[in-house]
T-cell receptor, first 114, second 112 residues
Framework: DTGVSQDPRHKITKRGQNVTFRCDPI?????LYWYRQTLGQGPEFLTYFQNEAQLEKSRLLSDRFSAERPKGSFSTLEIQRTEQGDSAMYLC????????????FGNGTRLTVT | GQQVMQIPQYQHVQEGEDFTTYCNSS?????IQWYKQRPGGHPVFLIQ???SGEVKKQKRLTFQFGEAKKNSSLHITATQTTDVGTYFCAGPTTGNNRKLIWGLGTSLAVNP
């Protein structure tokens, strides 16, 4: 098990373009989370899945953001019509079911919107 | 809404000095987790506390969970340069789909 992997590590895009990030969780983990983090802040919850079901999506997330986990394994996060304010580190984490299960994070995808 | 607050936001210490960060929740927590994020890295799970008044130690790190399960602390004895990073506490939200709500973290700098 190589842990949670995210691809790409870095993405530079022009405002208005669409971007898609991929996350491969730890294979035994049912839950998969997407967070966003900017400098000096804690991780900000975006959405999470239990298996293939998307259980919650942050109300802070605009309709330009969408996430999928089609087979309950890897997940993708797409941002449409990117804006400069979308520039951040996008972190994926996975865990077992159950409250209190620790999150295992990937290295993140750093998005820069120019 | 439910909030988790951490103080201080930043702390600079000389190597060998002790360090403490405090975490306060607006609601009673069923458990609290601590994570460490090194500069340029991702959060890494350190520990989970579940019981009221619980104290756990990991080498030079001591974690406490308050009696009311609304606050927690992390104390590092005799800091080393390897302790540099941001320490986050996180606790589960109330409601059906529980997820972690995070503090803003305490950034620790250690001068050698």
């Amino acid at each position: 098990d190589t842990g949670v992997s995210q691809d790409p590590r870095h993405k530079i895009t022009k405002r208005g373009q669409n971007v898609t990030f991929r996350c491969d969780p730890i294979s035994e983990h049912n839950r998969l989370y997407w967070y966003r983090q900017t400098l000096g802040q804690g991780p900000e919850f975006l959405t999470y899945f239990q298996n293939e079901a998307q259980l919650e999506k942050s109300r802070l997330l605009s309709d330009r953001f969408s996430a999928e986990r089609p087979k309950g394994s890897f997940s993708t996060l797409e941002i449409q019509r990117t804006e400069q304010g979308d520039s951040a580190m996008y972190l994926c984490a996975s865990s077992f079911d159950g409250e209190g299960s620790p999150l295992h994070f990937g290295n993140g995808t750093r998005l820069t919107v120019t | 809404g439910q909030q988790v607050m951490q103080i201080p936001q930043y702390q600079h210490v000389q190597e060998g000095e002790d360090f403490t960060t405090y975490c306060n929740s607006s609601t009673t927590l069923s458990n609290i987790q601590w994570y460490k994020q090194r500069p340029g890295g991702h959060p890494v799970f350190l520990i989970q506390l579940v019981k009221s008044g619980e104290v756990k130690k990991q080498k030079r790190l001591t974690f406490q969970f308050g009696e009311a399960k609304k606050n927690s602390s992390l104390h590092i004895t005799a800091t080393q340069t390897t302790d540099v990073g941001t320490y986050f506490c996180a606790g589960p939200t109330t409601g059906n789909n529980r997820k972690l709500i995070w503090g803003l973290g305490t950034s620790l700098a250690v001068n050698p």
